[in-house]
């Protein structure tokens, strides 16, 4: 069967799915739906349905990326809209299956949005919601809507047309419009695309690799994961075209052994191309062979970077080595080798499909096209999302997150996972693009977003990043190994209160030099974290270590946690609960701290019913409690409602 | 029954880069990397044992002891730090009396940090023998210990 028949098959069986006489279940299973549940909902949809003998079909698919709403369900009737529901558990899964397909009730309280044409009374249209609206959909726009493990689906889609183009031209002629898009590495360097392919097309040698570097290591960022669940072939396809464009006949997909359900799509991916002969000898018909292989790293951040991960592909401790020789000279096994994160292989695809003039419509003069971002943190609306350069970060986290979370105060937000830098409220207006941020201190990176309120202590912060590099550092070189690790222990020494005078001025010297001197962006970048935490964030460094304070109450040493005498209505929930015996109390007693033996768990502050709220968390004052428990206080204004009641 | 080693080392004749892999192999199927593993490795590779445990402890996915019945992984990825990861670690580790990396005398339980499972949308996160627990908090971990058969601490 030739790719045109296997395309016209392909499109009029997605079309029969879309207009199908029976009804429609779409699943998000990727590995946060999995987490949520998404699996025990799909059994309680099967049972349902065999109970009620509704003949339906279900469709698992990717994750749309709306993370805070899973398990999504997305249900449609023949006639109807395609209605996306929310939070659906096994039983709310069954409850629908009765509500929507048996009585006809929509159930719009349950429902998020409306797909595709059509409108329902009372459920707004999926993508005009505020977390939607804002958003481009171009790496991700199969997501959520095609079966990952179905090639079918993709090709129906439009999927493996920017192949057919690419296989139809001269490899200049890809790299030229690849380099036309404005395409820059979604790794996070940024540098352009299309050059990197040409150093690699114009390196000598007949034989030469690439590489979809999938060892996404950053703490906080799951773009990657999510692609490769949710829409494989997309990166597989951008592979195929880079090979082509740069003339190599062999590939590798390193990816993290943490994913393992990525690992498996993958898997399933690959032999589904050989069987549609878009992988091997001669794909399509052309003279073009190419091979994937997919290697599982096996848990080391440093083999994010380039030659570290050559290292391990080549079964050796993935340690970088200096360039020159870039690895588009002399990669792996010598060979003159391409790498490309995920999401730049994804892009890359769809620029084929689509043209770099449409691709080049988004985005900003520097920073074209759109780029994925997992938002978390302290916000509303947690979830995976894709925007185009240019959008602002107050858009970011008030539109699409939904604000703070719990009403709280935004304090900072966190790009770049640790090579990043944490900005403060005065960027909320700062376009997002690689040039923005890296002129702010920070890096564009992969894609964490991480938003900090009011309750987050950036020393802390600067402390937990550094700990990360500190351990990650593979050790060859004496700045990253050496310097991290002292940077570290001031660190430490400030959060515990024991800071000195010229800590802060100490901790900048060495992070320049860090910077500056370490043989690898991991160290090159470390202290990223810790120059832009004091760069904007200095009062709360201050107050570690003048005042041995922390203001934002994390940093355990400084903190202490009391019983408010006044509030205490002595019902030993907390005393129950303390992991060390450090509560005393009885019955109607006022419960105490003993400060000594606490070990700052929070657990007492997360009991404490909240009607009560007695207990508080302190940091640089002191609070008059008795060392004993005392009887419980009881006010006048209580006193007579009970009496009242009696 | 396990499968022999030299039937996982025998798929791997002739290949490039297969060290890494055969570790992999070796200790899903038996769980770590017993000293005796890893000469056999050397042997197959003909390279120093030094050389291949020098490989193997450079990656934190392999082991070197036996693995506890139960792992509890507690991540400690940004999203989950900023949100209370470290209390549930420091829980678990009170709960269970050891530090991450160890395991309970009895090899009932064992305790690890995690950097990231990339589950950040519902942080704070554990996993138990690879299952999934999101939103937690420290006295809900300790309620998840007790399905996994915890019984609190000797006293």
């Known amino acids: 069967m030739t790719f045109d028949e296997i395309r016209k098959r392909t499109l009029s069986e997605w079309e029969a799915l879309q207009d199908n006489k029976k009804p429609r279940i779409f699943l998000g299973t990727a590995t946060c739906g ?44 023949p006639g109807h809209s395609r209605i996306c529901y929310r939070n659906v558990t096994p039983e709310i899964a069954a409850q629908l299956i009765e509500d929507c397909l048996v009585k006809d009730n929509l159930c719009p309280d349950l429902a998020l949005g409306t797909i595709g044409d059509g409108v329902v009374d009372g459920i707004p249209h999926l993508f005009e919601l505020p977390v939607l609206k804002s958003q481009v959909r171009i790496v991700m726009r199969h997501c959520g809507f095609i079966d990952p493990t179905n090639i079918d689906h993709y090709i129906a889609c439009g999927g493996y047309s920017g192949l057919v183009k690419a296989l139809g031209m001269k490899p200049e002629g890809i790299i030229e419009e690849i380099k036309r898009s404005g395409l820059r590495g979604r790794g996070g360097a ?17 034989e030469k690799y690439i590489v979809c570097n999938a060892d996404e290591g950053d703490p906080g960022a799951f773009m990657n994961r999510s692609l490769l669940e949710s829409d494989p072939h997309s990166v597989l396809e951008g592979m195929l075209i880079g090979a082509y464009a740069i003339g190599a006949s062999e590939g590798y997909i390193y990816c993290r052994a943490e994913y393992p359900l990525a690992l498996e799509r993958l898997s399933i991916a690959l032999r589904q191309m050989e069987e549609y002969k878009l992988l091997g000898d001669n794909i399509l018909g052309s003279d073009f062979n190419f091979h994937v292989k997919i290697k599982e790293g096996a848990g080391a951040f440093v083999c994010g970077e380039e030659t570290a991960l050559i290292a391990s592909i080549e079964g050796k401790r993935g340690m970088p080595r200096s360039r020159p020789p870039f690895p588009a000279v002399s990669g792996l096994w010598g060979k003159p080798t391409n790498i490309n994160n995920v999401e730049t292989w994804a892009c890359a695809a769809v620029i084929m499909q689509k043209g770099a003039n449409w691709y080049a419509s988004y985005g900003t003069q520097g920073s074209k096209g759109t780029k994925t971002f997992c938002l978390v943190g302290k916000v509303e609306r947690t979830g995976l999302i894709e925007v185009p350069f240019g959008i602002t970060m107050r858009q970011i986290i008030y539109e699409i997150g939904g604000g703070i979370l719990k009403g709280k105060q935004f304090k ?108 690898c962006a991991l160290g090159g970048t470390a202290p990223n974290p810790v120059l832009t935490s004091i760069r904007y964030f200095h009062d709360e460094y201050q107050a570690h270590v003048s005042e041995k304070r922390c203001p934002a109450l994390v940093c355990k040493p400084l903190i202490s946690y009391y019983i408010l005498p006044e509030k205490c209505q002595g019902c030993g929930i907390c005393l ?13 007693m006022v419960h105490v701290v003993v400060q000594d033996k606490c070990t700052k768990c929070g657990t007492c502050l997360d009991v404490c019913p909240t009607r009560f709220n007695a207990v508080v968390k302190i940091s640089g004052e002191h609070i008059a409690v008795p060392d004993k428990p005392i009887p419980v206080i009881v006010s006048n204004k209580e006193k007579t409602k009970g009496n009242g009641n009696r | 029954m ?9 798929t791997y004749q002739g290949e490039k ?29 003909g390279a120093s044992q030094n050389e291949i445990y020098g490989v193997a402890t450079f990656y934190a996915q392999f082991r070197f002891t036996p693995p506890a019945q139960h792992t509890i992984k507690v991540c400690l990825g940004t999203a989950c730090h900023v949100r209370g990861g470290t209390h549930i670690l420091d829980r678990v580790e009170s709960e269970l009396g050891i ?13 690890e940090r995690v950097a990231c499972f990339g ?37």
């Not at chain 1, 469709?59 to 749309?64: F, M």
């Open chain 1, 34 to 77: 999995r987490a949520a549940g998404a699996l025990a909902v799909r059994e309680a949809i099967e049972a349902e349905l065999k109970r009620r003998s509704i003949d339906a079909i279900i469709v698992e698919v990717g994750c749309i990326g709306l993370c805070y709403a899973e398990p999504l369900v997305d249900i449609a009737k």
């Open chain 2, 17 to 45: 880069g297969a060290l890494i892999p055969v570790l992999q192999e070796a200790q899903i199927e038996f769980g770590y990397l017993s000293e005796e593993a890893l000469s056999e490795i050397a042997r197959f590779f």
């Open chain 1, 576 to 588: 129950r609960e303390c992991p060390v015996e450090a509560i005393l109390g009885g019955k109607r």
């Open chain 1, 190 to 206: 940024g540098f352009p695309t299309g050059q990197k392919w040409e150093f690699c097309r114009k390196s000598h040698g007949q």
């Open chain 1, 412 to 519: 900072g937000i966190q790009t770049g996972g640790p090579s990043g830098g944490c900005l403060p409220s005065s960027f909320l207006d700062t376009a997002v693009d690689y040039d923005s941020l890296t002129s702010a201190g920070s890096i564009m990176g992969s894609g964490g977003m991480i938003v900090m309120d009011e309750d987050t202590c950036m020393v802390d912060v600067a402390r937990y990043f550094l700990s990360f590099t500190q351990a990650e550092s593979c050790g060859k070189c004496v700045p990253c190994r050496v310097g991290t690790r002292q940077m570290l222990h001031i660190l430490e020494r400030i959060s515990k209160g024991d800071g000195t005078p010229g800590d802060i001025e100490t901790l900048e010297n060495l992070a320049f030099t860090v910077r500056n001197s370490s043989l």
């Open chain 2, 2 to 10: 396990s499968k022999p080693l030299s039937q996982i080392l025998q």
């Open chain 2, 99 to 111: 530090q991450p990396g160890d395991t309970t005398k009895d090899h009932q339980f064992g305790l």
């Open chain 2, 119 to 155: 589950c950040c949308a519902l942080a704070p996160v554990i996993v138990v023998s690879d299952v999934v627990y999101g939103k937690m908090t420290a006295s809900k971990a300790k309620d998840i210990l007790a399905k996994y058969g915890w019984e609190g601490r000797e006293t």
